[in-house]
């Protein structure tokens, strides 16, 4: 059974920090990319950050500068440190793991954790 379990949302006051993980089980491929995703209320979803299994990181524009993205692959697991917070970073944060094949490169499935509440008051 494929879990993503989030972990470290809250309520932060502008300028401060959070740090969410995300623990992937009942999953195991070699080749992937985690990431965050976020939704704030009336919106659609947007990327934040991602990281693949080998390489680097990538960034939407809005957190460049103040998220940093990591992870630990014997963990399974990805981190977002958020920093310098503002209150349109509130919003759900999602993690997402994408599933790639090892021969081909080619995107096999993704998943989707169940959301953690990210609320910066200002």
């Known amino acids: 059974q494929v879990q993503l379990v989030e972990s470290g949302g809250g309520s932060v006051q502008a300028g401060g920090s959070l740090r969410l993980s995300c623990a992937a089980s009942g999953i195991n491929f070699s080749v992937n990319i985690m990431g965050w995703y976020r939704q704030a209320p009336g919106t659609q979803r947007e990327f934040v950050a991602n990281?693949?299994?080998?390489?680097?990181?990538n960034y939407a524009d809005s957190v460049k500068g103040r998220f940093t993205i990591s992870r630990d692959n014997a963990k399974n697991t990805v981190y977002l440190q958020m920093n310098s917070l503002n209150v349109e970073d509130t919003a759900v944060y999602y993690c997402?793991?994408?599933?790639?094949?090892?021969?081909?490169?080619?995107?096999?499935?993704?998943?989707w954790g169940q959301g953690t509440q990210v609320t910066v008051s200002s």
């Open positions: 997402h793991y994408e599933a790639y094949s090892s021969s081909t490169y080619r995107k096999l499935s993704d998943y």
């Open positions: 990281i693949p299994s080998s390489g680097s990181a």
